[in-house]
Nanobody
Framework: QVQLVESGGGLVQAGGSLRLSCAASGSIFSIDVMNWYRQAPGKQRELVAGITSGGITNYADSVKGRFTISRDNAKNTVYLQMNSLKPEDTAIYYC?????????WGQGTQVTVSS
């Protein structure tokens, strides 16, 4: 059984920073793409950033230049460094990983940015 555990969310003032982590555990043979999504109240879940097994990254336009996604393959962990946070970044953040060719989701972590 594969499990994803997220950490690092919290309350921060506008302009501040947070770093999210998402660690996978269990019977893992391969991890392909790792993604971060977010869902704000009343809105659809959206892709924030992704990183392939080869290290190729992509970002939503709204976070380009402020957020950085990275991964540590030895630890089966993906990170999201979030800088210059804005109130509109407030959401529940979810990690998603393709492990053993199946998709797994974390439980979500709340990020709240106050103005």
């Amino acid at each position: 059984q594969v499990q994803l555990v997220e950490s690092g969310g919290g309350l921060v003032q506008a302009g501040g920073s947070l770093r999210l982590s998402c660690a996978a555990s269990g019977s893992i043979f391969s991890i392909d793409v790792m993604n971060w999504y977010r869902q704000a109240p009343g809105k659809q879940r959206e892709l924030v950033a992704g990183i392939t097994s080869g290290g190729i990254t992509n970002y939503a336009d709204s976070v380009k230049g402020r957020f950085t996604i990275s991964r540590d393959n030895a630890k089966n962990t993906v990170y999201l460094q979030m800088n210059s946070l804005k109130p509109e970044d407030t959401a529940i953040y979810y990690c998603q990983q393709v492990i053993n060719r199946a998709s797994y989701w974390g439980q979500g972590t709340q990020v709240t940015v106050s103005s």
